[in-house]
């Protein structure tokens, strides 16, 4: 299993920032940012396991079909 999750931001000023953030099953943490511009990102879509799409709020169709196929 993994230790961490891979985050990939879709939309906003930080799109297609990947961070990675850790996995704690003791403490799980909501898997949620707040972008530069002060804007919450929610998961919108889960990749090959451990890789989360954070979608922002003015994130257009065009870049999460494209976050999706990279």
Known sequence: MDSFYECVICGG???G???K???N???PT??????????LC???ARKFGSRV????PQATGEQ?????AA
């Open 25 to 27: 099953s003791r403490h």
């Open 13 to 15: 000023p930080q799109h």
């Open 30 to 39: 909501p898997l949620a940012v707040v972008t530069d511009d002060g804007q």
């Open 21 to 23: 953030r850790p996995l």
């Open 42 to 44: 929610t998961p919108a």
């Open 53 to 56: 799409v954070l979608l922002h």
């Open 64 to 68: 999460f079909r494209t976050i999706l």
């Open 17 to 19: 920032l990947v961070y």
